[in-house]
């Protein structure tokens, strides 16, 4: 079975530092994987995608991520931190067969000014 | 624009009564699903529609139901409402069920169960 796992339910970083957001995933055929934000009192957007294209994906906002096979991983990061990317942040994958998509726990993320 | 509309926005319900959410979408998708979100346990999936006509379980169907309407519209019904159901609901939709294709997401609905 397929899962996706979001290390740290809550991270904090100041405003201009780095994001990082740690998605591990688990799936026994190349994975199909996404990174949705959700807003409060918003449902959730795609913020980007990795579909067996290039390894490193870009996504709206200034945030990119990579996947990588090797550490099974697709971490979300942005090189400067804004006030506006205070949010929650979903890692998901899609299910051999397509008709599904799993979803992390989710990561909130506070930017402190 | 209105891509996937949910209604209603909130909703107080007392145990054992029942409603029905509705969910419309207008950008000619053939999936749609339901799905709920508990404070850190991220989205758990209730009951998907992979094309007009069908409908199947997902991963937490117990205490609900669905309704295909047409292609548009797909219905969730709680016909006793429970604490335990407490939530807020997702509905979304996808183009199709490919794995490369993301999904759209309504505003949800908040759910509370005395």
């Known amino acids: 079975a397929q899962s996706v796992t979001q290390l740290g339910s809550h991270v904090s970083v100041s405003e201009g530092a780095l994001v990082l957001l740690r998605c591990n995933y688990s799936?026994?055929?190349?994975?199909?994987l996404f990174w949705y934000v959700q807003y409060p009192n918003q449902g959730l957007q795609l913020l980007l995608k990795?579909?067996?294209?290039?390894?490193l994906v870009k996504g709206i906002n200034g945030f990119e991520a990579e996947f990588k096979k090797s550490e099974t991983s697709f971490h979300l990061t942005k090189p400067s931190a804004h006030m506006s990317d205070a949010a929650e942040y979903f890692c998901a994958v899609s299910e051999y067969g397509g008709f599904k998509t799993i979803f992390g726990a989710g990561t909130r993320l506070f930017v402190k000014a | 624009n209105a891509g996937v509309t949910q209604t209603p926005k909130f909703q107080v319900l007392k145990t054992g009564q029942s409603m029905t959410l509705q969910c419309a979408q207008d950008?000619?998708?053939?999936?749609m699903y339901w799905y709920r979100q508990d404070p850190g346990m991220g989205l758990r999936l209730i009951y998907y529609?992979?094309?007009?006509?069908?409908?199947d379980k997902g991963e937490v169907p117990n205490g609900y139901n669905v309704s295909r309407l047409n292609k548009r519209e797909f219905s969730l019904r709680l016909e006793s409402a429970a604490p335990s159901q407490t939530s807020v609901y997702f509905c979304a939709s996808r183009p199709n069920p490919d794995r490369a294709t993301e999904a759209f997401f309504g505003q949800g609905t908040r759910l509370t169960v005395v």
């Open positions: 529609s992979a094309s007009e006509g069908t409908t």
């Open positions: 990795y579909t067996s294209a290039a390894t």
């Open positions: 799936s026994s055929v190349p994975p199909y």
């Open positions: 950008m000619n998708h053939n999936s």
